[in-house]
């Protein structure tokens, strides 16, 4: 049983300017509440240390291992479309990196940090403390973001407290433990460009490119455009997957925003349970800026605000919109391609588009429930003929869910000709590629409510239940069915805010 000791700092190899070096404040009488074994592995951890006392005390801040180099790191950026200034690790604390299973690739080490370790320099008027609630939420959703294959910072454990945390209520306290190939946002880029600290700024523009993003290097043109494209491309990527599995992320400022396009920091998030376009998950954004179908443009804006910040090392500032012009074009390619998957199209036509604008405006009339409807659709698949316009039965279950069916019953026809139109088309095939797609559980906004409400008892059993289940999503697991059932009426009441 032994303790990592491998601990890399290239981050603080960037000098003072870039953070604070400061130790943890201690937790009072930390617990365990969980560990994500997956990424343990991944890690390379010793897996029995990992539920050790040693690494009890290390994860809730209470020790510093020999290696460790503590910081918190500075920022700025834009919050609800307003310039905030400076801002940095108010809860996080950054312990150093960790090698992965993967040496060879740009990930071949990960940062980590404690989120929730105390009182930093960048805390403004808060307590550097996170509360259990807000933990969890954190843990499960970096965890089941994975699992779905999105692009995400990751969880390694969290710890509790009886520590008691003043919110709109007293709460206890956690920690997450959080990892991630690096934790830079854009709103590193503009606390040194809009300080006119360009040295800095130029440092860590390299940083960047040269531990995850090469290839910038190696094209024709600037490389730090190069670099603004790379990183469009991703968030076009990111958001597209966003997008295709109905998650909301709630504060897309530019501060929570990864160059990495990673999903970071889950604050007020959640997966739609009815398709509702115009949802706000986030009870503190009144004016709905972070709704769902905004979150494209909202990106594309995050974008360009990283693009300023980055003019001071570009010729001119239509390379920076050059290098913003294909996300125009590549996010709605890149979602395009998901929803085709989710509708078992294995091809390209030019009214896929159309097909799928249609589908979604149905679902929306009537807030059918996103996930369930394309789960049950994928089921369905495996009924359908080979070469004849006859509907088949299992598709009843899909008109079920509406309660005008006029809408559904002009759409089906024309999604059930589209896929026979397919080459070779297989409805056995179809349908094990669609279920691969279409989860049948994603961490709905009542599941982790309920699991909140039994931890906050002590009672972290459904906690475990629910992680178990939510690392397998696309499968259906015995016993489980209760995870993935349509969410019960007192779900719709549920308020999360930026409170955390």
């Not at 009924?383 to 019953?409: C, G, K, N």
């Amino acid at each position: 049983m032994s303790a990592p000791t491998d601990w890399g700092h290239r981050f603080a190899r960037l000098g003072p300017a870039f953070y604070t070096e400061l130790p943890p404040t201690p937790l009072p009488a930390p617990h365990w509440i969980a560990h994500s074994r997956p990424l343990a592995r991944e890690l390379g951890l010793d897996e029995e240390w990992l539920r050790s006392e040693e690494a009890l005390h290390t994860f809730s801040g209470n020790r510093v291992l020999p290696g460790m180099r503590p910081l918190a790191s500075v920022y700025s950026g834009h919050q609800f479309g307003h310039w905030a200034g400076q801002l940095g690790d108010g809860r996080a604390l950054f312990l150093g990196e960790l090698p992965t299973a993967h040496p060879d690739t740009a990930h071949a080490r990960w940062e980590i940090q404690l989120k929730g370790a105390g009182r930093t320099p960048y805390s403004r008027m808060g307590d550097g403390r996170a509360v259990l609630r807000s933990s969890i939420r954190e843990f499960l959703a970096s965890e089941a973001m994975h699992a779905l294959g999105v692009p995400t910072t990751r969880a390694l454990c969290l710890t509790g407290s009886t520590a008691k945390v003043q919110r709109e209520t007293v709460e206890t306290a956690a920690v997450v433990t959080r990892a991630a190939p690096n934790f830079i946002r854009f709103g590193h880029f503009e606390h040194f460009s809009h300080r006119g600290q360009h040295t800095e700024l130029r440092a860590l523009a390299d940083f960047v490119i040269d531990h995850f993003y090469p290839e910038c290097r190696h094209t024709d043109g600037n490389p730090y455009a190069q670099l603004l494209q790379a990183v469009a491309h991703r968030t076009a990527e990111l958001v597209a997957h966003w997008q295709a599995v109905g998650f909301c992320h709630g504060v897309m400022n530019t501060d929570n925003m990864s160059v990495l396009g990673l999903t970071l920091d889950y604050g007020p998030f959640q997966f739609m349970d009815g398709f509702d376009p115009h949802h706000v998950c986030n009870h503190s954004d009144t004016q709905g800026r972070y709704a769902y179908a905004r979150q494209p443009n909202v990106a594309y804006w995050n974008l360009f605000c990283l693009g300023q910040a980055l003019l001071p090392l570009m010729d001119d500032q239509q390379q920076a919109l050059d290098a913003l012009e294909p996300y125009k074009t590549e996010f709605p390619a890149a979602l395009q391609r998901r929803m085709n998957a989710k509708l078992g199209l294995s091809n390209h036509e030019d009214n896929d588009p159309a097909l799928t604008e249609a589908l979604m405006q149905a679902l929306a009339r009537e807030r059918v429930d996103m996930t369930i409807f394309f789960r049950r659709l994928s089921h369905a698949a495996a009924t359908l003929p080979a070469r004849t316009s006859e509907p088949a039965p299992a598709l009843d279950s899909v008109r079920d869910l509406f309660v005008q069916h006029s809408a559904i019953d002009a759409w089906l026809p024309r999604w059930q000709a589209r896929l026979q139109r397919q080459l070779n088309f297989s409805a056995s095939t179809t349908a094990q590629q669609m279920l691969r797609t279409n989860p049948h559980l994603v961490l709905r906004n009542h599941l982790g409510e309920t699991v909140i409400q039994h931890a906050q008892q002590g009672d972290f059993a459904p906690l475990h239940r629910l992680q178990h289940a939510l690392q397998t999503p696309y499968d259906a697991l015995p016993d489980h069915d209760d995870l993935a059932d349509s969410p019960p009426n007192w779900a719709q009441h549920i308020a999360i805010s930026c409170s955390s």
